[in-house]
């Protein structure tokens, strides 16, 4: 019991030590987003499309999906999910009221930086749950909160909604982990379905964090380690329902729209397709004829998936149209390719990049040797992890905790 309560005193002060260094790292910013005559401007160009949105929300124009001033003169719908613009457009208004006489930004500018408590936190659980010793822990906390990825994301003034992902990653990955550490629990279940059903509305790519979800479950059947039916249930039912609730508050949901690029009923048919796919791994154990029916049976449920799923792809792959020139969305690794591009490369990711195809097959090999149910969570979230910080460099959160 004391070596527990040493434990938790240990990595309460380990999160409040260095939530406070990332903060004040984070803060320094500002300098960056304070123009000549002292007025704070976003950081990043889509900094300003969520600046322009949380304002309005706060002040006449109100919340909007559809916006009537972008690509005049038809307008256009947009594509970031309601959540995220239009609580921080209310925090705004809380903010005001309480120092009316403070710059918007300047309060906006603050929501990043403070967020750096709640991923610290995630962090330093996820860690704790793999059993590392504080020490150990320490160091890696005291690599967060100085690396250059967290004043990426987190930033004074930087508004892009790339923290919230890391957000939804990092709490993704401590609730499957908390969950398969006592999986007869369903409120933990219950959770995590919650979690990842929400989690769209902070961008509607997050449904990708349900596939983390389905490969943990999927491996843990092959050995026959599934959860109970009641746990199953009762995370199945929490993704559904936190995903009615985001869905339904849609305007392009409502609108009858099914698309990934949008909060849409595409979410909504994937949150049951999710739901579907994991009771459907305790409708038998497992055996080369129930691999064959759960595989023709997804494969039946993703058919209309296939369209939303085919743009996601060339998202990642930036096939699209002039995304190839965004600097965000390029590859580390063909950067690195590039002789031109090593310092670049490494000012962003530091050298630690050189270890991620070491981390990424040691992570392969761990899953091979029968890992207790939670660490499977982790070498699955870090794989696909790793891999997606691979992929684009705006993805660089998914490769922070691996």
Same mark, same amino acid.
Not at 27 to 41: E, N
Not at 70 to 83: F, K, L, Q, Y
Not at 172 to 196: F, I, K, N, Q, Y
């Given at each position: 019991?004391?070596?527990?309560?040493?434990n938790?005193?240990?990595?309460?002060?380990?999160?409040l030590i260095?939530?406070l260094?990332?903060?004040s790292?984070?803060?320094?910013?500002?300098?960056h987003?304070?123009?000549?005559?002292?007025t704070?401007?976003p950081?990043?160009?889509?900094?300003?499309?969520?600046a322009?949105?949380?304002?309005?929300?706060?002040?006449e124009?109100g919340?909007?999906e559809?916006?009537?001033?972008?690509h005049?003169?038809?307008?256009?719908w947009?594509t970031?999910?309601?959540?995220?613009?239009?609580?921080?457009?209310h925090?705004?208004?809380?903010g005001?009221a309480?120092s009316?006489?403070?710059?918007?930004?300047?309060?906006l500018?603050?929501?990043?930086?403070?967020?750096?408590a709640i991923?610290?936190?995630?962090?330093?659980?996820?860690?704790?749950?793999?059993?590392?010793?504080?020490?150990?822990i320490?160091?890696?906390?005291?690599?967060?909160a100085?690396?250059?990825?967290?004043?990426t994301?987190?930033g004074?003034?930087i508004?892009?909604?790339h923290?919230?992902?890391f957000?939804?990653?990092l709490?993704?990955?401590w609730?499957?982990?908390?969950?398969?550490?006592?999986?007869?629990r369903?409120?933990?279940?219950?959770?995590?379905?919650?979690l990842?059903g929400?989690a769209p509305?902070?961008?509607?790519s997050?449904?990708?964090?349900q596939?983390?979800?389905?490969i943990?479950l999927a491996?843990l &059947?092959f %050995?026959?380690e599934?959860?109970p039916l009641s746990s199953?249930?009762?995370?199945?039912? +929490? /993704? =559904?329902v936190?995903?009615l609730?985001?869905?339904?508050?849609s305007?392009p949901?409502?609108?009858?729209?099914?698309?990934?690029?949008?909060?849409?009923?595409f979410?909504?048919?994937?949150?049951?397709?999710?739901a579907?796919?994991?009771?459907l791994?305790?409708?038998?154990?497992c055996?080369s004829?129930?691999?064959?029916?759960?595989?023709v049976?997804?494969?039946?449920?993703?058919?209309p998936?296939?369209?939303?799923?085919?743009?996601?792809?060339?998202?990642?792959t930036?096939?699209?149209?002039?995304?190839?020139?965004?600097?965000e969305?390029?590859?580390?690794?063909?950067d690195?390719?590039?002789?031109?591009?090593?310092s670049?490369?490494?000012?962003?990711?530091?050298?630690?990049?050189?270890?991620v195809?070491?981390?990424l097959?040691?992570?392969?090999?761990a899953? &091979?040797? %029968?890992?207790s149910?939670?660490?499977?969570?982790f070498?699955?979230?870090?794989?696909f +992890? /790793? =891999?997606?910080?691979?992929?684009q460099?705006?993805?660089i959160?998914?490769g922070i905790?691996?």
């Amino acid at each position: 019991m004391n070596n527990t309560t040493d434990n938790t005193r240990w990595l309460v002060a380990i999160w409040l030590i260095f939530t406070l260094v990332g903060m004040s790292v984070a803060y320094l910013m500002r300098a960056h987003a304070t123009a000549p005559d002292g007025t704070i401007v976003p950081m990043s160009n889509d900094s300003f499309y969520h600046a322009e949105r949380m304002l309005d929300t706060a002040g006449e124009r109100g919340f909007y999906e559809f916006d009537d001033q972008m690509h005049v003169a038809e307008g256009s719908w947009v594509t970031w999910p309601w959540a995220y613009d239009w609580s921080a457009g209310h925090v705004l208004k809380i903010g005001q009221a309480i120092s009316p006489e403070s710059q918007p930004m300047a309060i906006l500018g603050w929501i990043p930086v403070l967020f750096i408590a709640i991923n610290m936190a995630l962090f330093i659980g996820i860690a704790a749950r793999l059993g590392l010793r504080p020490e150990l822990i320490a160091i890696a906390a005291l690599a967060l909160a100085f690396s250059t990825a967290l004043q990426t994301l987190h930033g004074f003034a930087i508004l892009d909604h790339h923290f919230l992902e890391f957000f939804a990653y990092l709490a993704c990955t401590w609730l499957l982990m908390r969950w398969l550490d006592a999986p007869e629990r369903p409120p933990h279940a219950a959770v995590l379905g919650v979690l990842l059903g929400i989690a769209p509305a902070l961008h509607t790519s997050a449904f990708i964090l349900q596939l983390l979800m389905l490969i943990t479950l999927a491996l843990l &059947w092959f %050995r026959d380690e599934l959860p109970p039916l009641s746990s199953l249930r009762a995370m199945a039912i +929490g /993704l =559904v329902v936190g995903t009615l609730v985001i869905v339904g508050l849609s305007e392009p949901a409502r609108d009858g729209q099914f698309t990934m690029t949008t909060l849409s009923l595409f979410h909504g048919y994937v949150a049951f397709a999710s739901a579907a796919a994991a009771l459907l791994l305790s409708w038998r154990p497992c055996s080369s004829k129930q691999l064959a029916i759960v595989a023709v049976l997804c494969a039946l449920i993703g058919v209309p998936l296939i369209g939303g799923l085919i743009v996601g792809g060339s998202f990642l792959t930036g096939d699209i149209l002039l995304l190839d020139q965004v600097n965000e969305m390029r590859s580390p690794v063909m950067d690195m390719l590039a002789r031109d591009q090593w310092s670049t490369t490494f000012s962003i990711y530091s050298l630690l990049i050189l270890l991620v195809p070491l981390v990424l097959l040691a992570f392969i090999v761990a899953l &091979w040797r %029968r890992p207790s149910p939670a660490a499977v969570a982790f070498f699955v979230c870090g794989v696909f +992890g /790793l =891999v997606m910080l691979s992929l684009q460099q705006r993805l660089i959160y998914f490769g922070i905790a691996p």
